[in-house]
């Protein structure tokens, strides 16, 4: 039995670069491990893919991530055996931080231990790439540039130490649709993702949070007002900076004292903005 521990990701800084003849888009993004994370219980099987979790929503068949995994290293490499996984869900599903991405990944981890196939990190990042764009920096964790389609990763030093308020609303947004709709557009104004490394580098945590950027968060606050409703009170609160996550609806808020943290965390419930919030920390 492996027991493990897969963690939500936020994006400090999201831009798509251009498009490419498959469809993807080319971006640079630059990833955050937070500390909010699900627990994932894996068990040897005689051959079969079995799924339990604590929410009813989520489906677990074939259309599971982890299945998928699960399923992918079976056939990648001959595993005649399967696998049993008890998933306790804590990461907010549909939020644009990786909870499926971060579960593949774990089980990718899981069933390398679980069957003793040796395989590097480098090589379960290549296999993850077959099931999203996420599941690579979701094996790796930490401190990221994502490019290409979000395979290619090149790791930054750890965030510098703040505190973490993240939101999720009570909408789910499709990823489709905003990035259909941002292709639709003119990008006004793209992240400056380089000096946000510098800024990292730094270990300026006022740098980091003035630069924040993401081109999809137009497009989701066009249509969803409560992400920038959330933004305003937790810069209202304090933060140093807010952003949205991914296409969304989470939003995280930088802050440099958890007591602010957790101010902006209660007037956020008592809006009836977000029923799931978090104070964390980049991981």
Request: aromatic letters at 4%; charged letters at 25%.
């Amino acid at each position: 039995m492996i027991t493990l521990f897969a963690k939500a990701k936020i994006n400090l800084c999201l831009d798509v670069v251009g498009r490419l003849p498959n469809g993807y888009h080319e971006v640079r993004m630059i990833m955050q491990t937070v500390g909010i994370s699900d627990k994932l219980t894996f068990e040897k099987t005689e051959g079969e893919i079995r799924i339990t979790t604590n929410k009813g929503e989520l489906p677990l068949g074939e259309d599971n991530l982890i299945y998928k995994a699960a399923a992918l290293m079976k056939e990648t490499y001959g595993i005649s055996g399967g696998v049993s996984v008890a998933l306790e869900k804590h990461i907010p599903i549909a939020a644009g931080m990786a909870g499926g991405s971060t579960d593949a990944a774990a089980t990718l981890k899981a069933m390398n231990e679980l069957y003793e196939l040796g395989l590097s990190e480098e090589e379960l990042r290549k296999l993850g790439v077959k099931l999203g764009a996420d599941v690579p920096y979701c094996v790796m964790g930490g401190t990221a540039l994502s490019e290409g389609i979000g395979e290619v990763l090149t790791k930054l030093p750890p965030m510098p130490k703040c505190v973490l308020l993240v939101a999720k609303p009570d909408i789910n947004v499709s990823t489709k649709y905003v990035y259909e709709t941002l292709d639709s557009k003119e990008i006004p104004v793209h992240p400056k993702v380089d000096e946000m490394i510098s800024k990292i580098e730094e270990g300026d945590v006022r740098g980091v949070a003035a630069l924040l950027g993401n081109v999809l968060e137009n497009v989701t606050v066009e249509r969803y007002k409560v992400v920038d409703e959330i933004k305003q009170v937790m810069l209202r609160a304090g933060a140093q900076g807010s952003l949205m996550s991914g296409s969304g609806p989470s939003v995280f808020g930088i802050f440099e004292r958890a007591d602010l943290a957790q101010t902006a965390a209660e007037e956020i419930r008592r809006l009836g903005l977000a029923n799931e919030v978090f104070v964390t920390e980049p991981v």
